[in-house]
């Protein structure tokens, strides 16, 4: 499964490709270095159930962020146009 | 596909009994030929609102993996927040426990998907149409 690699933005007549790909590995360098903490909050606030979400929950999220893949909205009217579509 | 299946096929193939006859014995056998067109389940829900009066057009095209994704993640989402979340979704009229429930049909939900097709013809010409794709 891959993430989101482009977003895709188009406000009036051009087109803005931005690379969310670029994006992930400093996204997951900091997601593994706040983890730890992150982990003991959520054992704190959660209890046992902090588990289930971390195990369960994030590669879920993971999943949804992945799904989002194709996504496209467009709308448009005489003399303007806003699309965003996901890559 | 069992050894006989293959044995009437390959019969079919070198001309020793017609396609009708072919037929017939995969029937007697409880294997009925695979359908040409093949139900392939949707992969995108289109939504367009088109308004030739303003000449506003409306696109737009969500992946039903979201929804697979969402339910899986909505199936965990009450245990993990202890209820907090699903009461005030159910206070909106959002069930997350019959999310839970539907589960193993999403598969069969996103098949059945693929025959929708709502179009609506607004007062003012303007057409909305809901499809699978």
């Keep these: ?87 | 596909m069992s050894e006989e299946s293959m044995r009437i096929l390959n019969m079919l193939g070198e001309g020793k009994i017609t396609a009708a006859e072919a037929e017939q014995l995969l029937k007697a056998l409880g294997e009925a030929p695979a359908e040409a067109g093949a139900k392939v389940p949707p992969k995108f829900l289109r939504v367009t609102v088109n308004n030739p009066t303003n000449g506003e057009q409306v696109n737009v095209r969500v992946p039903l993996a979201i929804l697979r994704s969402g339910i899986k993640l909505g199936s965990i989402m009450p245990g993990v927040m202890g209820g907090n979340v699903a009461a005030a979704l159910k206070e909106k009229g959002i069930d997350l426990d019959s999310l839970k429930q539907s589960g193993p049909h999403i598969e069969e939900l996103i098949k059945s998907m693929g025959e929708l097709n709502i179009e609506v013809d607004g007062p003012d010409k303007a057409k909305v149409r809901v499809f699978c794709e």
Aim: aromatic share 18%; proline share 8%.
């Design chain 1, 1 to 87: 499964m891959i993430p989101v690699l482009l977003v895709g933005l188009r406000l009036g007549r051009f087109p803005l490709w931005l690379p969310l790909f670029l994006l992930w590995p400093l996204v997951l360098v900091l997601f593994l270095l706040a983890f730890p903490f992150l982990f003991i909050y959520s054992l704190f606030r959660l209890g046992l159930r902090a588990f289930g979400f971390w195990f369960l929950g994030l590669p879920r999220i993971y999943a949804l962020i992945c799904a989002l893949r194709g996504l496209r909205v467009s709308v448009q009217s005489p003399g303007k146009r806003i699309a965003i579509s996901l890559v």
